[in-house]
């Protein structure tokens, strides 16, 4: 982990904590040229962490911080995300796959951070998709479903009821109220990317089954007297730690 500390942050607003992480891809060609925009005081932006191709972690804010990463949008119904959440930089073009080394430091990084604020797996969204009229991050070529076999995000299983309205489902998710092939558009560029062509039967099906993840996790969190499921999928801070070689965390 490299301190390289960013001017761009504030206060987290109205007593709000960490309840989300949001990647983003930073669309620029290298790291110098990411570090040099996330810590320039005109462009007003910066993020928590930024991770290189080659796996290495720069912290720009500290978590307790408001970082200005998310911009306009909303989850869940509610805006003032970067009060509510963690932000995290790839670095990627845009274009380009994301390098090997590069997931494994984020795995281990988000390990962490989900463990450090009990973010659950379904917590860890893309920029686009909560700002969907905006933003296309972290984008097609991203491995959602790596990060939710690992318990780090959430990924649809087959069989989800396909009966279920689209609009329905996607409000439960979260995702904000914008123009339908926007949301749809959104949501295939997370779970069903290089999706075309009008809803089908299995958009709902995907959507539905996320849903019902959500609903088996939120009745496990609020059972009194029991201990969340996700708990014990993550690794703790120093194994996640102990598992990482060589890669500056
Ligand atoms: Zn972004």
């Given amino acids: 982990m490299i301190r390289h500390p ?28 990411a570090l040099e925009r996330l810590c320039a005081l005109e462009a007003q932006v910066s993020a928590h962490y930024l991770i290189g191709a080659d796996g ?15 911009g306009a949008g909303s989850w869940g119904g509610r805006g003032d995300v970067n009060s509510r959440s963690i932000g995290i930089e790839l670095d990627n073009d845009g274009a380009s796959p994301f390098a090997a080394p590069q997931m494994q430091a984020l795995e281990a990084l988000l390990g962490g951070v989900l463990h450090r604020w009990a973010i659950p797996p379904a ?45 329905v489902s996607l409000d439960r998710l979260g995702y904000p109220e914008v123009a339908p092939p926007l949301r749809l558009a959104a949501f295939r560029l997370r779970f069903r990317p290089g999706a075309q062509g009008p809803e089908a039967p299995i958009d709902r099906a995907a959507a539905a089954d996320l849903v019902a993840q959500l609903e088996v996790a939120n009745t496990d969190r609020s059972a009194p007297g029991t201990v969340s499921p996700h708990r014990d999928r993550y690794r703790t801070t120093q194994q996640v730690r102990r598992s990482v070689r060589g890669d500056g965390i």
């Fill in 56 to 70: 290495r972690v720069w912290q720009l804010v500290e978590e307790t911080a408001r970082a200005w990463h998310a």
């Fill in 123 to 167: 917590g860890v969204i893309a920029h686009s998709d909560m700002a969907p009229e905006r933003k296309q991050d972290p984008g097609p070529r991203f491995d959602w479903r790596r990060l939710a076999l690992l318990g780090l995000s959430i990924w649809p299983r087959p069989g989800g009821d396909a009966g279920t309205p689209l609009p």
């Fill in 6 to 33: 960013s001017p761009n942050f504030g206060p987290r607003r109205n007593g709000l904590r960490p309840e989300l992480v949001v990647l983003h891809y930073t669309q620029m060609p290298d790291v110098p040229s």
